[in-house]
């Protein structure tokens, strides 16, 4: 189990980006993100060539290296959220586990994201993430769907089992389509919402 595991090689095998974390505002962009080699360097030793290697491969992944230099303080929310995603991809972990990781970032930033979550997992990464954002939710393997913290279904995305749970969860008021090749979660009008409109 992980728990048996050393805590350094826990560390190198799972990285974690949490919701709402706070990390020092005077560390530049590039401290922050070296924060995530720390699992891979020995006691009070200076960053190797990889861990400068792996931190700018995050960096610019996140399309964050242009900041290197700026203080964490003087990012926006976004800018911020795609700092911590850059430490957490500077892992090079096996495992990426995330709770909310689209909270600031717009609706493009969001598909950057998806499209980086997706080419981990063409390397053979494991990628965990919690999501409100349904429709991204919808692009991934499997889905894990909970209410009320109780898990309600478990079962891969393009099952209809999963569509009817997912639907009920938000008491039917959303219905899940293929639309040009993915699925999608629609509003579903209901009759005390919406009135017939009849013409005169």
Sequence with gaps: SLADWPSRQRAQQLAWLGQNESSGDDLT???????????HQAWLSPPSAADHAAVERALRATQAW??????????????????????ALAVEAQVLLMDEPLANLDPPHQADWLDLVQALVREGKTVVSVLHEIAMALHADEL????????????????????????AVFDHRIEVHALQGQWVALPRATSSLVKPHHAD
Aim: aromatic share 4%.
């Design 29 to 39: 962009v590039w401290d922050v993100a070296m924060l995530g080699r720390l699992p």
């Design 66 to 87: 242009d900041w290197r230099a700026r203080s964490l303080g003087q990012l926006s929310g976004g800018e911020r959220q795609r700092v911590l995603l850059a430490r």
């Design 144 to 167: 894990v769907v909970m209410a009320q913290g109780r898990i309600t279904h478990q079962g891969l995305c393009a099952e209809p089992t999963t569509h009817r749970a997912l639907e």
